[in-house]
């Protein structure tokens, strides 16, 4: 079986699992985000083209449309990360600085 890095909880929410490897939260033509232990930020990097690459950079990708995660695009995502905060992701602001905000510090 394949375990994951990652759950989804609700209809739009991403929960990091594992510290040693970043998700790269890909929604659609809309920027990257990528989650890792100390927190998120837009991912600046070269895309993996195959999971394969991705496993090696120590990253695994998250495609919120595909059916195995939400099934489709989504204006806002919320992401449980590692550094106990869940951000919020709000693909209607991207370009703002409100397009990723701390929804909720010490969400556990």
């Known amino acids: 079986m394949n ?6 909880s609700g209809r739009n ?6 510290k040693k ?9 809309h920027p990257v985000a990528i989650v ?12 993996p083209q195959r999971r394969s690459e991705a496993k090696k950079a120590y990253q695994e990708l998250v495609d919120v449309s595909t059916s195995e995660v939400f099934g489709d695009e989504k204006t806002l995502v919320f992401v449980q990360a590692l550094d ?5 992701l709000d693909y209607s602001k991207v370009g703002t600085d409100n397009f990723i ?7 556990i």
């Open 36 to 47: 890792s232990h100390t927190g998120i930020n837009i991912y600046t990097g070269v895309m």
């Open 84 to 88: 106990n905060k869940e951000y919020k």
């Open 21 to 29: 490897i970043d998700l790269l939260v890909v929604n659609g033509e």
């Open 101 to 107: 905000k701390v929804h909720q510090e010490n969400y």
């Open 13 to 18: 929410t991403i929960i990091h699992k594992n």
């Open 3 to 8: 375990d994951k890095n990652f759950i989804t």
